[in-house]
């Protein structure tokens, strides 16, 4: 079990400080056994005051970071004067090797604490001057969902601290689970750290819808040779208008996306069935197995056989398959029940 501490710091954000667990708390690893132990703590127990109408009643201190393996700052209105003992608890933990995370507004206090200095961050976007500002030492990246620098993390506001915490269970335990557990939350369950936060501009007026019916298509797609040409047919627009409006709402040209899209169902695919890896390579679309290493390497830092050594494993009562191991079982893009062929 990976043991969570998230951090309260007055005024807190419930919003932020509720993610966690509900996110981690959704994963069963085996047997109904869960994956993570969240704990909420602060620097005084007890009623903590939250920055809307509600207070919260946070049951442990800063002790509870002792024998955590991550720990979480949520938002807070204390972006300026956190107190000096959550700082120092925050330097211990990363002194001692833990996983350092941040939501929203958590980033103004883990940089108070020294530990986003020359590192690569994020926070909800409406910051983004005043943390400038203040922490010039810091390389602030605000037009994406959620940046991992080493060991520490940040995500931007509100519902992108879902997609840290998805991002964190794809790491810990693998894209299957993530993927159940983005369905169980009814969350998108793939975005890319890298996306954007907010549309700079609106779609051009003549779209009058987004792309998610032509990115819904090709997900159902994958194991085939899409062109842009194809997905320009489907959405009914040419192939630069295609790119514009493709780039604008998922911060990605639609071939980068089909590639995260194909290496994330290669990742799946290693960890639910026993697929050899020219099959793996076929029925996620990247082609060949020499492709699939390339890929997946870069993505994880594992190689395909390393991966499904690391990750090969069925949830337990959260969606699992019976026979899965011995079937290709195709995710559905947006949340369905799975659905099995040969």
Known sequence: MHRIAVVAVPPVTTFDLSIPELVLGA???????????????????????????????????????????????????????????ILAALRTAAAAGKRVASICTGAFVLAQAGLLDGRAATTYWTMTEEFRRRFPAVDLRPDVLYVEDGPILTSAGLSAGIDLCLHLIRTDYGAATANIVARLVVAAPVRPGGQAQFIDSPLPPESGVSLADTRAWAL???????????????????????????????SLSPLQ????????????????????????????????????????????GLTPSGYRAAFTRI????????????????????????????
């Open 315 to 342: 949830p337990a009562g959260i969606g699992e398959v019976p026979g899965v191991s011995r079937a290709f079982r195709r995710l559905p893009a947006d949340g369905g029940s799975p659905t099995q062929s040969s």
């Open 27 to 85: 994963v069963d690893v085996v047997d109904g056994v869960a994956g993570y132990r969240v704990r909420v703590c602060t620097a005084e127990p007890g009623a903590v005051v939250g920055t809307g109408s509600l207070d919260i009643v946070v049951p442990h201190g800063l002790d509870a970071m002792d024998d955590a393996d991550t720990v979480i700052v949520t938002g807070t209105g204390a972006r300026a004067d956190a107190d000096p003992r």
């Open 220 to 250: 159902a797609r994958l194991d085939e040779p899409l062109t842009l040409a194809d997905l320009a047919a489907h959405a009914n627009t040419s192939v630069r208008t295609l790119t514009r409006r493709f780039h604008a709402e998922t």
């Open 257 to 300: 996306w089909l590639l995260h899209q194909r290496v994330d169902r290669a990742r799946e695919l290693l960890e639910t069935t026993d697929l050899s890896m020219e099959l793996v390579a076929h029925h996620s679309g990247i082609g060949t197995t020499d492709s699939l290493r390339k890929h997946l390497v870069r993505r994880t």
